[in-house]
């Protein structure tokens, strides 16, 4: 949808594995985000991105790291997964940069399960 | 985050009914956005609102947000099967979307 699309779309990995989450936009937009969704938490916002290698935290960042050494690509790997890491990951990217109708465009998620 | 609560949580309406979502925020919000989720997909962005009192229309769901911007309403009217999922509204109450925050959600189902 709108040139953002997420990969894999389904991962079930192991206890205390990497896993890598990728996040591919084809419209040269600045800023990209990485969000969890839980039920009773809705979307909370990880981490995200103003830039090539220019990344911040967000709310739920433990973790997780990021990587974005291409601006149409922002990774999101967890590092050693874990039980509570179970959940739906969204990417999303955010039109423009101030001002305007720039909106926000979400990717098509990645269900992750962690057993 | 319970910087944003919508209400209902859930709601079911029989279709070609009226309805409304509502969002609130006890900060101004620079940016008000509505989006659609159906079980297991991504979000659908409907319509954003930046300014003070001002209205949108999308076929038939139509969006406001109050004067002091802390709080939107979405109403559809003659409600459909395909209306049927899940009702985000997303906010900016900071700058460059750091501080970009979701509402719970209200889950309407359209009743046949």
């Known amino acids: 949808d709108a040139g953002i699309t997420q990969s894999p779309r389904h991962k079930v990995t192991e206890t205390g594995t990497p896993v890598t989450l990728r996040c591919h936009q084809t419209?040269?937009?600045?800023?990209m985000y990485w969000y969890r969704q839980d039920p009773g938490h809705g979307l909370r916002l990880i981490h995200y991105?103003?830039?090539?290698?220019?990344?911040d935290k967000g709310e739920v960042s433990d973790g997780y790291s990021v990587s974005r050494s291409k601006t149409e690509d922002f990774l999101l790997t967890l590092e050693s997964a874990t039980s509570s890491q179970t959940s739906v990951y969204f990417c999303?990217?955010?039109?423009?940069?101030?001002?305007?109708?720039?909106?926000?465009?979400f990717g098509s998620g990645t269900r992750l399960t962690v057993v | 985050s319970q910087e944003l609560e919508q209400s209902p949580q859930s709601l079911i309406v029989q279709e070609g009914k009226n309805l409304t979502i509502n969002c609130t925020s006890s900060?101004?919000?620079?940016?008000l956005y509505w989006y659609k989720q159906k079980y297991g997909e991504g979000l659908i962005f409907l319509m954003m609102?930046?300014?003070?009192?001002e209205e949108k229309s999308h076929e038939k769901i139509t969006a406001k947000l109050d004067e002091k911007k802390q709080q939107s309403s979405l109403h559809i009217t003659a409600s459909q099967p395909s209306h049927a999922g899940i009702y985000l509204c997303?906010?900016?109450?900071?700058?460059?979307?750091?501080?970009?925050?979701f509402g719970p959600g209200t889950r309407l189902s359209v009743l046949p």
């Open positions: 999303a990217i955010r039109k423009g940069a101030s001002g305007g109708d720039y909106g926000y465009t």
């Open positions: 419209e040269n937009h600045r800023y």
């Open positions: 991105s103003y830039g090539v290698k220019d990344t």
């Open positions: 900060k101004t919000l620079y940016g």
């Open positions: 609102l930046q300014k003070g009192g």
């Open positions: 997303g906010a900016d109450i900071g700058n460059y979307g750091q501080n970009f925050v």
